[in-house]
């Protein structure tokens, strides 16, 4: 029998425990060794408080208990993120996690409330999903598994405390046979001949070796940049925000089951609820304003107490060139920074992991570090897309705005934005279609909402909904929109749900540790 695949994974936050999680939990110890650096010196970046719904597939493949991760993370639920101020001041619209109506006639819902509004209904689209009813409401419970239930028709996501989680990713990790050593490394070591990573060296002096290195040591990307010289592709023509002040505030109000994101003078501002705080942060373009001014900015616009001072961080939207690398993959940070707006960094960790599973076969497996350069092609081609797809997304939120009150605004109204998504911009004004793709992450009903929300509106519908009574079409809606204010109503308080379902451990006690 071979030996088994001998993995350094090189950082301990989000990423490094995820990766090390699920490579633990998804092979055997015959077919890998896992063994993750991390420096308790330099310390994790800890602001990543806020997931999407894929998660829970992440969860699920690697056998994470959903109850007790919450718990122990000081978890919430989120049904969508809350957008205000984006299209004009005063401007409110959720991003749901869940589709607004269902398709009828082979047509999608949009298309009759556009038909609809044609003909001078004033509904808001956001009445007829009921992830956004929901969480307006502050409601939260578990969808249905039935089809034909409305309580069907939305997913959930969790909003955390990143340095918890790592905590927790650590214990699970741990107990499934993964070597931590606590140190620093201060050389890279390169095969003279195939230039690919033979070892880390560590300041205590020892070394160590391996066939693959993931990289997880943050924005400095230590292996993939400093000694591999990689490149990056550099993307602030379109996201111009590069800094970020962040800090914690005392709970006030209720428990919002939703990430809040309020564009401001010079970038947008985070508000991310937890069972015993609440994350804030100022994501802004160090062009358009100074650090001490959107501290101060930061900290004027806080729910309750500020539980600390803000803390600054810097970084530079974009990816990597290759995430994969001879012998190393960049994971998490040392991969690529998109900023975060609609919470996708660790979705795009968790991207990366399972497709370096489903690429790491058996074959693979017992290569001894030599990786076939077409599996590693295939391999950066797949990252790629999802990243591209992810900055469209996320350049449409900057770029769709009418709002000329700031600098930033007027830059980015103004700016040439990327063909793949002036093309996408076209096709929906043109007939209201959104573009989709089989892969990537974002589906239809998140397109809609931030066209709606943000008055990119179509100058049409889909034509043959003209064959249908004015009457036959609002009697569709009013049918959707009332099983959705139904079921809304029958639904919990989030908090009390939360309550009963995972109340968050005291600080202090072990994270992680399966029974
Ligand atoms: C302002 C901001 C807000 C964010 N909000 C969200 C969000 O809401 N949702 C979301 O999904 N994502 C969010 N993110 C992204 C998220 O924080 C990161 O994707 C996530 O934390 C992963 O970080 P990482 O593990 O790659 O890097 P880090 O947390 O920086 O970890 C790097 C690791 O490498 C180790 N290391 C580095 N150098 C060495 C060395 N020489 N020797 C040994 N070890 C070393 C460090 O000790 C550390 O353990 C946000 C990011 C920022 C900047």
């Known amino acids: 029998m071979s030996s088994p695949l001998r993995i350094v994974i090189v950082g301990g936050g989000t990423a490094g425990w995820m990766t090390a999680a699920a490579l633990s939990a998804v092979f055997t110890s015959a077919q890998r060794q896992v063994r993750l650096i991390e420096s308790s010196e330099i310390g994790i970046v800890g602001v990543g408080e806020a997931t999407l719904p894929h998660i829970r597939f992440f969860n699920k493949r690697i056998g994470i208990d959903e109850r007790e991760l919450m718990a122990k993370t000081q978890a919430t639920f989120k049904l969508g993120i809350d957008f205000r101020d984006w299209g004009r001041l005063g401007d409110s619209y959720i991003h749901p996690f869940g589709a607004y109506g269902s398709r009828a006639g082979g047509i999608g819902f949009h298309h009759y409330w556009l038909r609809a509004r044609a003909a001078g209904n004033t509904t808001d689209i956001g009445e007829y999903s009921l992830p956004i009813v929901a969480a307006r409401q502050n409601k939260f419970t578990q969808p249905s598994e039935d089809p034909r239930d409305v309580l069907s028709t939305f997913g959930y996501a969790f909003q955390f405390d990143a340095s918890l989680y790592a905590a927790y990713l650590r214990g699970f990790s741990e107990s499934r046979g993964v070597q931590r050593t606590d140190g620093k490394i201060v050389d890279v070591k390169l095969d003279g001949e195939s230039g690919a990573v033979e070892s880390v060296n560590l300041e205590s002096g020892e070394v160590v070796t391996g066939d693959l290195f993931i990289d997880c040591s943050g924005f400095r990307g230590l292996l993939i940049e400093q000694a591999l010289k990689t490149g990056y592709d550099e993307?602030?023509?379109?996201?111009?925000?590069?800094?970020?002040?962040?800090?914690?505030?005392?709970?006030?109000?209720?428990?919002?089951?939703?990430?809040?994101?309020?564009?401001?003078?010079?970038?947008?501002?985070?508000?991310?609820?937890l069972q015993h705080r609440t994350g804030n942060g100022y994501v802004y373009s160090s062009r358009f304003i100074s650090d001490d001014e959107a501290a101060a900015k930061l900290l004027s616009r806080l729910d309750g107490k500020a539980l600390g001072t803000p803390r600054p961080l810097r970084f530079t939207?974009?990816?990597?060139?290759?995430?994969?690398?001879?012998?190393?993959?960049?994971?998490?940070?040392?991969?690529?920074?998109?900023?975060?707006?609609?919470?996708?960094?660790?979705?795009?960790?968790?991207?990366?992991?399972?497709?370096?599973?489903?690429?790491?076969?058996?074959?693979?497996?017992?290569?001894?570090?030599?990786?076939?350069?077409?599996?590693?092609?295939?391999?950066?081609?797949?990252?790629?897309?999802?990243?591209?797809?992810?900055?469209?997304?996320?350049?449409?939120?900057?770029?769709?705005?009418?709002?000329?009150d700031a600098p930033i605004w007027n830059y980015c109204r103004t700016m040439p934005i990327p063909d793949s998504l002036a093309h996408k911009m076209e096709l929906f004004r043109a007939r209201a279609n959104v573009v989709t793709y089989k892969d990537g992450l974002f589906l239809e009903p998140s397109w809609l909402a931030v066209y709606f929300g943000q008055r990119v509106m179509p100058d049409g519908y889909d034509p043959r909904l003209d064959e249908l009574a004015t009457a036959d079409v609002e009697a569709q809606l009013t049918q959707v929109r009332e099983k959705v204010l139904l079921a809304a109503a029958r639904m919990p308080d989030h908090e009390t749900f939360l309550r009963s379902y995972c109340p968050a451990t005291p600080p202090g006690a072990s994270a992680g540790a399966r029974a």
């Open 317 to 404: 939207a974009g990816r990597r060139r290759k995430t994969w690398n001879r012998n190393v993959i960049a994971i998490g940070l040392a991969g690529g920074f998109l900023e975060p707006l609609e919470s996708t960094s660790i979705h795009l960790i968790q991207v990366a992991i399972t497709t370096l599973i489903d690429y790491l076969t058996e074959r693979t497996m017992t290569m001894g570090g030599q990786f076939d350069e077409k599996l590693v092609a295939a391999y950066n081609a797949w990252i790629e897309m999802e990243y591209d797809r992810v900055r469209d997304f996320l350049i449409l939120h900057y770029h769709a705005t009418e709002r000329d």
């Open 235 to 273: 993307w602030t023509r379109w996201l111009p925000c590069d800094r970020a002040m962040a800090v914690p505030c005392e709970n006030s109000g209720p428990l919002t089951p939703y990430t809040r994101a309020t564009a401001r003078e010079a970038g947008w501002q985070w508000r991310i609820p």
